[in-house]
């Protein structure tokens, strides 16, 4: 699948392999502007929306095969004709990336983690999607209003804010950015790891967020069982949205690795 992506052309000579920047589950590649931009340092930088997500095509298909896939289409896109580039997938992007790197590895040349490990997770967003499948957005105008109706079921407002980054105007109305029934149908998948068999052998890092659980030194093994190569950095304070909580350590962080 062709995914929507967004480029951000380098600043300055272009030294660098390009950057692939895969977001994570209810996310966008207009979510990753600014770090997008501060990566983008003698190297082009394309974000992308992954399918059912944005303004990439939907499919009833929402494995972590079928997004590898995806990514690895935009990766060759990228690299071009015998070329290179590198991959940095957050969370649910994060284990596309991994699941690519370990089946469709060519040319990924280095691949950054963020705040996920390729393990099953017990948690669920199910709620989340149910509560956005509930409000009927014929009834609104306005995004306040929305808001207003989720806040009984998404009590973070923060996380109510991130929601709503996927509703958008359109001449029918307000409409979701998101395939709700692809992703309330794909979702025991997208919590759990398909243990592909097969090692990514090139350099990989592995970035947490300080205080989220999502990815911890309990995780290790199973990350150098797959990726041999990897090394292992965090950002102290930072959550499981390291990106958007850190921007300046998390792109010195990824930049020092890529371009290492």
């Known amino acids: 699948m062709r995914l929507n992506a967004i480029a951000h052309a380098p600043e300055g000579p272009e030294i660098h392999p390009p950057l692939v920047v895969a977001h994570g589950l209810f996310g966008s590649a207009r979510n990753w502007n600014g ?3 501060k990566l983008a340092q003698g190297r082009r930088v394309v974000a992308v929306d992954m399918r059912n997500h944005g303004e990439s095509p939907w499919s009833d298909a929402m494995g972590y095969a079928d997004m590898a896939g995806d990514l690895a289409e935009t990766l060759a896109d990228a690299a071009g004709p015998g070329g290179e580039a590198d991959l940095l ?5 994060g284990k596309a990336a991994m699941m690519c790197a370990l089946t469709e590895p060519a040319p990924l040349r280095r691949l950054i983690v963020a705040d996920v490990a390729p393990v099953a997770y017990s948690h669920s967003h199910s709620g989340y999607v149910q509560a956005m499948r509930d409000i009927d957005l014929s009834a609104l105008s306005r995004r306040s209003e929305a808001e207003a109706l989720l806040a009984p079921h998404v009590a973070d407002r923060s996380m109510r804010a991130f929601l709503l980054h996927s509703l958008a105007n359109s001449p029918e109305g ?5 395939n709700l029934d692809a992703l309330a149908a794909g979702m025991a998948g997208l919590i759990d790891w398909p243990a592909p068999s097969g090692r990514f052998a090139r350099p990989v890092l592995f970035l947490a967020g300080g205080k989220s659980s999502y990815l911890t ?17 965090a950002i102290p304070g ?15 962080i990824c930049a020092g690795f890529l371009d290492g």
């Open 174 to 178: 307000l409409r979701w950015r998101l």
């Open 238 to 252: 930072a959550d499981h949205w390291l990106h958007a909580e850190a921007p300046d350590e998390f792109a010195r």
């Open 35 to 37: 770090v997008a931009k």
């Open 217 to 233: 030194e309990a995780h290790h093994p199973a990350i150098r069982a797959m990726f041999p190569e990897a090394v292992f950095d």
């Open 89 to 93: 997938g957050h969370s649910m992007g």
